[in-house]
């Protein structure tokens, strides 16, 4: 099995990280903060609204909350996601990544390798996405004398109380609609960026970097706008059981959100996901395919 695409895909994971430090809006700096309170949350009136009782509130820091442990996940989940989809797709064409560009597997199979990388990314991202949801929806401010502390007070301790209190299983709450969010998406954005790279090279050659670029950021927005509404679902069935009300599965989640909030509901976060989504997964591919074709 190869092992280049899942290193390729952890230094492009890691790339990813340092991105949103130049953006606005990175999801795993402030930008994803405001996503994951949108969608469980129904205090704010919008992305401006909530940025500005997130600074009131808590400061600064507050943007940073649930970040430690994202980060530190980022790599890990990006090297399964491209290093499952690429030893897929060589299961599937029999072709390497090199051949790639002058053999084109077919849609079918890019779809098919993308879904099962998606699927085995939701199952290690499971956890990592818990704490950080779990985190950012605390709203109190950092502890100060006198003050009531906060539920959790960090990505371990959070770790430990859901372990204690749900057994290990609870750090997988909220798993099966990430893997239903995952799994079709990943298929999509896959296709969406072979896609694009084929409709502007010439046959049968590598893309540039250029078209690499333009063709990750928009295989991004296009993944994001598919999953938002499953995000929506997947963050309030990871904050059930704490202030928000606990959902008998995923199908409760969808028809109780919607009769009782309308079918906006499934958008929120739409905007902010679409916005970071193009930059980051534009250096994203841009690393892993320099770095594949660099080790020939
Ligand atoms: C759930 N969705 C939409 C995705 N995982 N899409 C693929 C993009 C992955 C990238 N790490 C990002 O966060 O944009």
């Known amino acids: 099995m190869p092992v280049e695409e899942f290193v390729a895909g952890w230094i492009s994971g890691e790339t990813f990280f340092f991105l949103p430090h130049i953006t606005p809006s990175g999801r795993s700096l402030p930008g994803d903060i405001e996503g994951v309170r949108l969608q469980t949350q129904t205090t704010y009136q919008g992305i401006i609204d ?51 560009w002058a053999q084109p597997p077919s849609y079918t199979h890019v779809f098919i390798a993308g879904c099962t990388g998606g699927f085995v990314q939701a199952y290690c991202l499971a956890p990592f996405d818990l704490i950080k949801v779990r985190l950012q929806n605390q709203t109190e401010p950092r502890a100060r004398p006198g003050s009531p502390p906060p539920r959790y007070r960090g990505p371990v301790h959070c770790a430990v109380s859901i372990c204690r209190e749900d057994g290990p299983w609870g750090l997988f709450r909220g798993a099966w609609a990430l893997t239903l969010r995952d799994t079709p998406t990943l298929g999509i954005y896959f296709v969406t960026y072979e896609w694009l790279c084929r409709q502007s090279t010439p046959d049968r050659q590598n893309p540039g970097a250029a078209t690499v670029l333009v063709a990750g950021g928009f295989a991004g927005i296009a993944s994001w706008a598919v999953a938002t509404p499953l995000d929506v679902i997947k963050s309030r069935m990871q904050m059930g059981g704490l202030k928000h009300r606990v959902y008998r599965g995923v199908l409760d989640c969808m028809v109780s959100s919607a009769r009782q909030e309308g079918l906006g509901v499934f958008f929120r976060g739409l905007t902010i996901n679409s916005a970071r989504a193009f930059p980051v997964n534009a250096v994203t591919f841009l690393t892993y395919e320099y770095l594949l074709s660099s080790w020939g």
């Not at 940025?51 to 090297?79: D, Q, W």
């Open 50 to 100: 909530c940025m500005v009782k997130t600074y009131r509130h808590e400061s600064l820091l507050g943007f940073f909350k649930g970040m430690s442990f994202p980060i530190a996940s980022i790599a890990v989940v990006n090297s399964v996601l491209f290093g499952v989809y690429s030893n897929t797709l060589l299961a599937l064409t029999a072709t390497s990544h090199q051949e790639r």
